[in-house]
């Protein structure tokens, strides 16, 4: 699991699950490019959790899959 | 002056964003993504996103009133060292701490108090937008 990919790779691997990725790569845009996932799983909580006890620096945490058809925001 | 896309036909306009930690925080950095949400007042953050940069929403002492379509709550307010997105930076933003749902696929809300000195141009139709 330690392999970087890029996004589309994490997309068709681990989806729908939350990914927590290792030194994400960024373009200027700011938009993620790819990285090292590092841990995967349905809840957030944990993975926020394994990256501290990983001591990781800089993350991203990245809910997979695409955006429901039937969920609409009202915020 | 960047241009940016989005899907101007279908669900929210996602964006991506960066986060400096505090100094006292485990963490450098992270990136996510955030709801453009012009309706919103302040920028909110999903507070596991903001307790793994070190920050701390529990010992905030400032709070605001968070009106919403069914409630009012408050909430607690921190100050990010950095908040990046758009091709712009602020410096010392406040920004409201918020647990959003497991299952949504967002960080948190990008608001007017980002967008105040721009100017912020939309294209559905193209899908691209800018912050100038």
Same mark, same amino acid.
């Given at each position: 699991?330690?392999?970087?990919l890029?996004?589309e790779?994490?997309e068709a691997?681990?989806a729908?699950?939350w990914?927590?990725?290792?030194?994400p790569?960024?373009?200027?845009?700011?938009q993620?490019?790819?990285?090292?996932?590092?841990?995967?799983?349905?809840?957030r909580?944990?993975?926020?959790?394994?990256?501290?006890a990983?001591g990781?620096?800089h993350?991203?945490?990245?809910k997979?899959g695409?955006?429901?058809e039937?969920?609409?925001?009202v915020? | 002056?960047?241009?940016?896309?989005?899907d101007g036909?279908r669900?929210?306009i996602?964006?991506?964003?960066?986060?400096?930690?505090?100094?006292s925080g485990p963490?450098?950095?992270?990136?996510? %993504? =955030?709801?453009?949400?012009?309706?919103?007042?302040?920028?909110t953050?999903?507070? &596991?996103?903001?307790?793994? @940069? +070190?920050y /701390?929403?529990?010992?905030?002492?400032?709070?605001?009133?968070?009106v919403t379509?069914?409630s009012?709550?408050t909430?607690?307010v921190?100050r990010?060292?950095r908040?990046s997105a758009?091709?712009?930076? %602020? =410096?010392?933003i406040?920004?409201?701490?918020q647990s959003?749902p497991?299952?949504? &696929?967002?960080?948190?809300? @990008? +608001?007017? /108090?980002f967008?105040?000195d721009g100017i912020l141009?939309?294209?559905?139709?193209?899908?691209?937008?800018?912050?100038s």
């Amino acid at each position: 699991m330690d392999d970087y990919l890029i996004l589309e790779e994490i997309e068709a691997r681990y989806a729908p699950d939350w990914v927590l990725i290792d030194e994400p790569q960024t373009d200027e845009l700011q938009q993620l490019l790819g990285g090292r996932v590092v841990d995967r799983g349905p809840d957030r909580d944990d993975l926020y959790r394994k990256a501290k006890a990983l001591g990781l620096h800089h993350i991203a945490v990245r809910k997979l899959g695409p955006w429901l058809e039937d969920l609409v925001l009202v915020l | 002056m960047r241009t940016f896309s989005f899907d101007g036909q279908r669900g929210p306009i996602i964006v991506s964003a960066s986060v400096s930690a505090s100094a006292s925080g485990p963490a450098d950095s992270h990136e996510f %993504r =955030l709801v453009l949400d012009t309706g919103a007042t302040v920028t909110t953050l999903e507070a &596991k996103l903001l307790e793994f @940069l +070190g920050y /701390d929403p529990d010992a905030s002492t400032e709070t605001v009133q968070v009106v919403t379509t069914d409630s009012i709550s408050t909430r607690p307010v921190v100050r990010l060292n950095r908040l990046s997105a758009l091709g712009k930076h %602020r =410096l010392g933003i406040p920004v409201v701490s918020q647990s959003f749902p497991r299952g949504v &696929k967002i960080d948190g809300v @990008l +608001g007017l /108090d980002f967008l105040r000195d721009g100017i912020l141009s939309l294209g559905f139709r193209s899908g691209r937008m800018t912050l100038s």
